[in-house]
Nanobody
Framework: VQLQASGGGLVQAGGSLRLSCAAS????????MGWYRQAPGKQRELVAT???????NYVNSVAGRFTASRDNAKKMMYLQMNNLKAEDTAVYYC???????????????WGQGTLVTVSS
């Protein structure tokens, strides 16, 4: 099982980016998914989660600016980030609870991260 995050880059404050997270490999069932970020010198923090039914939840700092979505058929998750601020600069990671085999428990997998840099 692999998670691949992509879509990061350099953007000016007020701009937008769309991150993608692709799940691949042996996947029987894909449960909750989430976006986290880690700014330089800081701990990794939660940004948003999205349930298997597509119900998102956001931390206060991004609510109203970020939108999480997913396409279960494609095993993809997205994070649309609008009105970006300098403090959004971080490496963004995706994770997902995946059942890799029939009868196995859900296991949390992590993607490798994609860098978002917002210039002020």
């Amino acid at each position: 099982v692999q998670l691949q995050a992509s879509g990061g880059g350099l953007v000016q404050a007020g701009g937008s980016l769309r991150l993608s997270c692709a799940a691949s490999g042996s996947i029987v069932s894909l449960n909750g998914m989430g976006w986290y970020r880690q700014a330089p010198g800081k701990q990794r923090e939660l940004v948003a989660t999205i349930s298997s039914y597509g119900v998102p939840n956001y931390v206060n700092s991004v609510a109203g600016r970020f939108t999480a979505s997913r396409d279960n058929a494609k095993k993809m998750m997205y994070l649309q980030m609008n009105n970006l601020k300098a403090e959004d600069t971080a490496v963004y990671y995706c994770n997902a609870d995946i059942r890799p085999r029939v009868g196995s428990y859900y296991i949390t997998y992590w993607g490798q991260g994609t860098l978002v840099t917002v210039s002020s």
